[in-house]
Structures are given as structure tokens and as C-alpha cells.
């Protein structure tokens, strides 16, 4: 085995909840080259996994281009088909290690289930086609960046779409409290929620100093992450890098259930809020579940976690 190829051209969470694939397959296969088809932005963290030794910039479906011969193998960690298998069919792997998809009766692999966890579905795939998995090896290495701010609270309000979005006046009321309380805390985002960032960061009292959005590649935030203090946000990629560091952390959830996204259960570090209510995750507003989540709810939580020992102050 010499060449293995992995496509996950996804997002940031979509990367991390693929990290125990990943590493099975280094395991299964040492001395392979093993390729991410992955969007370019998150080269970083793919380093950071440990069981990749290049990355394909791949934006999505339909953007894969295999350079060089054709792989041994051929990983389908994208989704369900058919497009992502006929992406890497295209490559002529000489085997495919893919979910079983009815237009493509030929090709063996487990039924998807959709309600699912993340992590728990890839290695299942990868079970199924003989490559063990541990659906709990999700940690990353520590970057060789310093964090631009060791020790803090970082709030993180933005999220891909506005459903899985808490309202930033809420968010602000947490980063007041807990800056009144003696914490440095600081604000993040990409670049497109700076001022989301701002706003939080104005209302909640804060410095200009603390809004860090749009100021960090990826490298520096597993940085900043890895040596905070807490992290609070929504169902979002950066929870995923909480979970990777063991980083204690407070996760909104809604309208996508935790049992499909959150961290491992039997990980006390990590205090999942959700109403139980699920919904539509790519609606234009926040969901109604996520709204009954209260700021009261959030520093009950914060202080629970302070009971335990997981976070400073």
C-alpha cells in the first residue's frame, strides 16, 4: 500500500469529528503517502492530525484533481454518494473504502445511518471494510505558534448559519459577566464576523484588544484554544478544537442534536446546552431551541465547571 486518498472537502468541525479515521488509517497503513482532499484554509489542521503527509486543495464536490497515479486506495470519509463516490471513482483507486449508495450496486460498504455521530460513522466505515478505529483518538497536536492570548475566555459568537447562532446580545452578556469576574476574555471569528466579533466585544465592555476575529490563521487559534481558559460558543468548528485539546468548554446547541455533532459523552470537560428541540440547521434565524437557552443557563454552567476544577478563576 503506497498511495492512500481521503476525501473530506468540508469544513473545519467536518475535519476533526474525521481525525479517529485518520489516524486508523496511518496505523493501518505506516509507510503509505496518504493524501486529504481538503479545502486549502485548513492545511494547518491538517498537519496538526498527525496522519496526513499532504493535503490536495479539494473546495467540494466535484473540485477533486488527482495528480498522480492512481491510489491503492481511495477513502470516502465526504458523505453518502453518489457524487463524492464518483469524485473518487474518477481517480481509478484500486480499491474504494465508500458507504453503500444504490448507484453503485457494485461497490460494498455499510448502509448510512443517518442520525448518527460523526466520529462514530467513519469509523464504522472503516470497520466495516477490515481498517480498526477508535472513535475516541480525536486529540491534535500542539501547534509551534504561541497563543496570542494564554489563559483566556474566549467567546466564539458566529457559526456557519444564522440557525446555529445565538444572539450576540447573549453572548455579550456572558463576556461581561465573566470579564466582571476577573477572566480576560476574548472574542473570535473568521474574518467575514469581525463585526459580529466588535459588537459582542463593545456591548459585553471589553477592549478593542480582546476582539481577536479575522487576526488568527487556523495554527493560532488550535493555539489559543489549547491554552484557554474556557470556550463558549455554538454548534461550530471551534468546539471541535476544545474537544481535540481537552480544553474546558460550554457548547450551544440547536438545532442539530449533540448526539450528532457534540463531544464524546463521557468527557467531563465539555457542557453541552441544548433544549432538545431539533430543526432546521440551515434556516436564515436562530432556532426557537437555541433561543430558550439562557444567559442564567450559560453561567450556571460556567460555574459548574469552576465546582469541578476545569476552569480558572
Request: proline share 11%; net charge negative; glycine share 10%.
Amino acid at each position: 500500500m503506497n498511495r492512500v486518498l481521503v476525501l473530506r472537502a468540508l469544513g473545519l468541525g467536518d475535519l476533526l469529528v474525521a481525525v479517529p479515521a485518520l489516524r486508523a488509517l496511518r496505523s493501518a497503513f505506516p509507510l503509505a503517502r496518504i493524501t486529504l482532499a481538503a479545502p486549502e484554509p485548513l492545511r494547518d489542521l491538517a498537519e496538526l492530525t498527525g496522519a496526513v503527509d499532504e493535503l490536495l486543495p479539494t473546495a467540494g464536490l466535484g473540485a477533486l484533481h488527482w495528480p498522480g497515479p492512481a491510489p491503492d486506495l481511495a477513502v470516502n470519509l465526504h458523505g453518502s454518494g453518489p457524487e463524492s463516490i464518483a469524485d473518487l471513482l474518477a481517480t481509478r483507486p484500486w480499491r474504494l473504502c465508500t458507504h453503500r449508495h444504490p448507484a453503485f450496486p457494485d461497490l460494498p460498504g455499510p448502509a448510512w445511518q443517518e442520525n448518527s455521530h460523526e466520529t462514530d460513522r467513519w469509523c464504522r466505515l472503516l470497520d466495516y471494510h477490515g481498517i480498526p478505529a477508535d472513535p475516541g483518538a480525536l486529540e491534535l497536536s500542539r501547534p509551534d505558534v504561541p497563543s496570542p492570548a494564554p489563559g483566556a475566555v474566549v467567546v466564539h459568537p458566529g457559526a456557519a448559519f444564522p440557525a446555529r447562532r445565538w444572539p450576540p446580545d447573549r453572548y455579550a452578556a456572558v463576556a461581561r459577566a465573566l470579564a466582571e469576574d476577573g477572566h480576560r476574555v476574548v472574542v473570535t471569528g473568521t474574518g467575514a464576523e469581525a463585526e459580529l466579533a466588535e459588537r459582542v466585544a463593545a456591548e459585553a465592555g471589553l477592549g478593542a484588544d480582546a476582539v481577536l476575529a479575522g487576526r488568527t490563521g487556523l495554527a493560532e487559534l488550535a493555539a489559543l484554544v489549547a491554552d484557554a481558559a474556557l470556550l463558549v460558543c455554538g454548534d461550530t468548528g471551534i468546539g471541535h478544537v476544545a474537544t481535540a485539546y481537552g480544553t474546558p468548554s460550554v457548547l450551544l446547541f440547536g438545532p442539530t442534536s449533540p448526539g450528532r455533532w457534540g463531544p464524546p459523552p463521557d468527557r467531563d470537560r465539555h457542557v453541552v446546552l441544548w433544549a432538545g428541540r431539533v430543526g432546521d440547521p440551515f434556516a436564515g434565524s436562530p432556532d426557537p431551541g437555541l433561543l430558550r437557552i439562557a444567559v442564567p443557563d450559560v453561567l450556571e454552567a460556567v460555574r459548574r465547571m469552576r465546582i469541578r476544577g476545569l476552569c480558572h478563576g
